[in-house]
Structures are given as structure tokens and as C-alpha cells.
């Protein structure tokens, strides 16, 4: 009797299957949109480039892109006859994008394939919403965007690489100018993407309006349910979830830039919990205040503008020189009280600060962390306060309780992480 021989899942054989999984996940875009190649087609595509790259054999991945590039050429080639070049175009750009997809696959890099993949898939999707927004840019803002995307790209190779040390009021601090600058850009494009998303779909509901809109200008939500309130005394409950969405949007914008960027040092996991408290509590109590099916219209500024750029960038500069000076003089509590201040302005700012401050070692990782929190919760307090000012006693009073049990509640999961 023949023994069998039991079959061992070996790594190169998960990098194809997962490689044939993603082509099958770029596919179906256009297998839905009825297109020449789908799902099949672009699964065998990103098979083919995982193939040929395990197998370790440079001219077969030549080969194979060169194969890839003939059927998308004969794709345009129809396309042209038959009248519909841009679609035969975006469809051959994504076979290319199938095998680059396979090929990082294969070579083990499983993030950057599934990354590209995703971003791909997206890309696709969103065709009719991206088409309409950049319809509906004016002339001044597509010339701002552009000019917003050269200053972002060609300041950044401009800058000197690595570590720059900088003593600010006797205090060393280790600085590097490129991180900076992506912190800066980063924020900036938060609020451009989030004004597209706002721009639209704000219609589709409060959760847009307050989660989005939030993102780009949480200072917008609030004066516009202060109208909304004004306006229509009935619908409280709805400008108290707008509010509260975009203190959620600040907590998660703050985490995703503090784990973004202080990788190089080690990320401060410990904002998490509290912070994760701030974005839950509010979506969780925005849920239960309001049904999120009531659409409100925000009028948010165009982000697309260097001066709104430049003017963050110079407001970082100033918070970041504020808390360097106070955290020489006054030490930890000094840099506490710096991003308390500075939270009521721009939390953005005071995060950006706290991470650069902990990325250049002055600052230890307990210190940064509650800085951060200290300017949330600066932030949480801001915005109940000028709800407060406004003139429906209700909606201020709805806000500012709501808040304050989220702040508690933030400060003990601090507490209880710090200890």
C-alpha cells in the first residue's frame, strides 16, 4: 500500500493564492461595469505576476509586463474604434496595476500589494464622484491645488534628510525637517479629502456632515448646527451628534497622526485606549441622540489654498516653540499647560507639537501622551463652550454634559494607562 504523503502549505503557496485573491478583488469593478476584462482576467493577471516573480527569473517578469502592456494596448486600440477610449484606457492601466500587484505579492511584500490593491479598487469605484468633484472645482482652486501639490512635493526633497539638532531656550531637541513638513502636508490633506467627501456627500446625512465635515473644520460644524438650532429649535438632537461626530473625527485624526508618525521612535499605543474612549463615546452617543438620516448643509472654506497651508505650518511653528520653551523652563507641566493653551486653538497643532517634541527626545513618553489628550480634551472643551454662547440654551447644555462625562471618562483610561 502506497502511503500518502501529506501536502505542506509553504509560503510561496499562500503569496499565490493571496495574489490571485487580490486580482480577483481588482476585477470586479470591472466585471460590474461590464468591461472587457474582468474578474477572471485580472485574477490570471496578478497570478501570473506572483508566478514569475517566485519563480525568481527577471527576464520572465519582463516578459510578462510586456505581455500585459500588448493586451492593454489592443484594449485602447478597440477602444479608440469603437469610441470609448477613456474607459479601454483605465481598463489597461489596471491590468498593469493587477500585475505590479501579483508581483509585490510574490515577492513577499503582502502590505504593499494588498495597499496598491485597495487604493486601485477605490479608485475605480469612486470614477463618478471623483469626476464630479473635479468638475466642480472652480478655476482658483484647481490653480490653488495645483500650487498646493508643487509646494508639498518639491519643498520636501529640498529639505535637508535625517536628524537636525536645534536648541530652542536652552533646550536640544533632535528635529527632522522632512517629518515635519509630511506633518504639516498631512494635515492639510486630511482637510482637502474631507471637504471632497463633504462636498459630495454631504447630504446623505448628520454623520457626514458632523464626521467629515468635522475632519476638515470642526469650528465650521459648530457655527453651522448653531444656525441649524436657531433655525429649527425642534432638531437639537441632531446639532448635538454633528458636535459630537466631529470631536470624534478630532480623536481619530490626533491618533491616526501620533501612531503615524512616531514610528521611528516607537508609537504611543498608550493614546488608544483614551482616545479610542473620545471617538467611540461620541459615535456611540450620536447614535443614540439622533437619527443620522437627517441631512444638513455645511458651508466649509475651500481647503484647497497655500495660505491655509502656510498659515497651519507657521501655527505649528509657534506652538512647537512654546511648548519647547515651556518644557525648558517649567518642565512637564510647563509643556502641559503649553498644549492645554495651544488645544484651544488648533489640536492638530499641539499633537503635531507633542510628537515632534517626543520623535527629537525631549519629551518621554508619558509626558507626550497626555499633552496629546490635553489638547483633546482643550479641544472637546472649545467646542461646548461656544454651543454654550449660543442662543438655544438646550443645545448648549445637551453638548457641554455630553462632553463633559467623555472627558471624564477619556482622563480615568489616561490615568489607568499611564499607571
Known sequence: MSQSVPVVVSGPLLRLVLATALGLFLGLEREWSHRSAGIRTFSLISLLGAVFTVLGREGLLVVGAGLVALQGVALVVRGLLGGSEGL???????????????????AGMITEGVTVAVLSSLLLVLKRELHSFAWGLTRSELRSATEFGVLAFVIYPVLPPGEVPVEIAGLSISIEPRMVWLLVVSVAAIGIVNYAIVEAYGSRGIAVTGFFGGLASSTAVVGTMLDYVRQRPEAVSYAVAAVLLADAAMAVRNLAIV????????????????????ALGSVAVAAFTADWDESVEIDLESPFSIRNALGFGALFAVVLAASAV?????GDSGFLVAAALSGLVSSAGATTSAV???????LPESTAILGV????????????ALTLAGPTRSFGYRVTAWSAGLTVAAVFASLAVLV
Open 88 to 106: 479601454s484606457l483605465t481598463t489597461a492601466t489596471s491590468m498593469l496595476v493587477a500585475y505590479g500587484v501579483g508581483v509585490l505579492v510574490g
Open 259 to 278: 501612531l503615524a508618525f512616531t514610528l521611528p521612535r516607537g508609537p504611543l499605543f498608550g493614546l488608544i485606549v483614551p482616545l479610542g474612549v473620545v
Open 326 to 330: 515651556a518644557q525648558a523652563y517649567f
Open 356 to 362: 515632534v517634541l517626543y520623535n527629537g527626545g525631549a
Open 373 to 384: 489628550m490635553v489638547a483633546t480634551v482643550a479641544s472637546v472643551v472649545v467646542k461646548a
